[in-house]
């Protein structure tokens, strides 16, 4: 285990804002970075987000605090971000990609500093702004998903070997292969669901009549 938490690997983030192309490459092809830490920035990226949605000022806020559940929101990314990775080596398999799954999670995983970077001093940015200036907030917030994403773009085509042109193309069919995991998902809870009312009204029946 502690190969993955060498003191290299947990620093290993900070190249992403300096020199991304040569990370995601070593990140490919020398086995650099780990997935325990892009895990780790997963769970950090939760738990900002989650302050964000408690703590930001009312005024860029419209969520009631109360009804925010911590863990859900946590379970929520981590799902969002495994359904991601998976989605993305789904089709990059039908489409010569050279990324293994955790050449993607971990370039993924990885990504996510900016954001992390920029939601906190961007909740602590909706306490100072007043009605009228929330773009500064929405700014702040805008110029962390931008540099995520472009991030995940880069990773996504350096790991796979990839044009700008297939990445995009890769990355649409992706988030389309989401959509169907969902879909499924949905469609298997349900099945069980009527499965269970079933059995349920059966064992209810049988009950009463005996």
Known sequence: ???????????????????????????????????PVALICVLMFGLVFTMNRIFANFIVNDIDPRTVNGLTEIGAVFMMFLLFCIGNW???????????????????????????????????????????????????LAFGIGWTAVLVLMGIMTVHNYNLLKTL????????????FIFLAMLIFDLINQVIIFIRSIYTELIFRY
Do not use: Q, W
Not at 16 to 29: A, G, H, K, V, W
């Open 1 to 35: 285990m502690s190969k993955y938490f060498t003191k290299e690997k947990m620093h290993y983030y900070r190249r992403i804002f300096t020199n991304p192309l040569d990370s995601f490459y070593e990140i490919r092809y020398r086995e650099h970075g780990s997935i």
């Open 90 to 140: 789904s089709v990059t398999c039908l489409m010569d990609g050279e990324g293994r799954l955790k050449d993607i999670v971990t370039v993924t995983g990885y990504s996510l500093t900016p954001l992390i970077a920029v939601y906190i001093p961007a909740t602590l940015l909706s306490h100072a702004v007043a009605a009228g200036e929330e773009i500064f907030y929405y700014f702040a």
């Open 169 to 180: 193309i890769t990355l649409v069919f992706t988030f389309f292969a989401m959509f169907v």
